[in-house]
C-alpha cells in the first residue's frame, strides 16, 4: 500500500487549506484512514480518523475547523481545514490502518502504512 499526500503550502492565518492522500489497494474501502501532524520541536500527534464505516474523529484542537472525509471510489481520504492558526503548522501525515482494525483510530500505532507527508506553514 502506498500513500501520496498533496495540497500542503503557506497560508495565512484565518484561511483554508485541503489535503488530498490518494491510496494504492485494491480494499481501500475496508482501511481506517487517519491524519497526524508533527510541528517543530514536537511529537507526532493525532488531527483525524475516519473509519470504514465513514465514522468520524477528530482531536479536540481541530474539532469544528477541520472535515475528515473519503472517497472509496476514488482510494482518496481528504482533509478540509478551515480558520488555521498558526499553532497548526506542521508537517501533516496521511495514514492508512489495513489489519482489520473496525472503527476510529486515534492511535498511530494501529496504522501500518503512511505517506512521506505534506508541509502547512501558517503564518500570523
Known amino acids: 500500500v502506498q500513500l501520496q499526500a498533496s495540497g500542503g503550502g503557506l497560508v495565512q492565518a484565518g484561511g483554508s487549506l485541503r489535503l488530498s492522500c490518494e491510496t494504492s489497494?485494491?480494499?481501500?474501502?475496508?482501511?481506517?484512514m487517519g491524519w497526524f501532524r508533527q510541528a517543530p520541536g514536537k511529537e507526532r500527534e493525532f488531527v483525524a480518523t475516519i473509519s470504514q464505516f465513514l465514522s468520524t474523529y477528530y482531536a479536540d484542537s481541530v474539532k469544528g475547523r477541520f472535515t475528515i472525509s473519503k472517497d472509496n471510489a476514488k482510494n482518496t481520504v481528504t482533509l478540509q481545514m478551515n480558520s488555521l492558526k498558526p499553532e497548526d503548522t506542521a508537517v501533516y501525515y496521511c495514514?492508512?490502518?489495513?489489519?482489520?482494525?473496525?472503527?476510529?483510530?486515534?492511535?498511530?500505532?494501529?496504522?501500518?502504512?503512511w505517506g512521506h507527508g505534506t508541509h502547512v506553514p501558517v503564518s500570523s
Open positions: 489497494g485494491r480494499t481501500f474501502h475496508t482501511y481506517v
Open positions: 495514514a492508512a490502518a489495513t489489519r482489520g482494525y473496525v472503527g476510529i483510530q486515534s492511535n498511530p500505532d494501529r496504522y501500518d502504512y
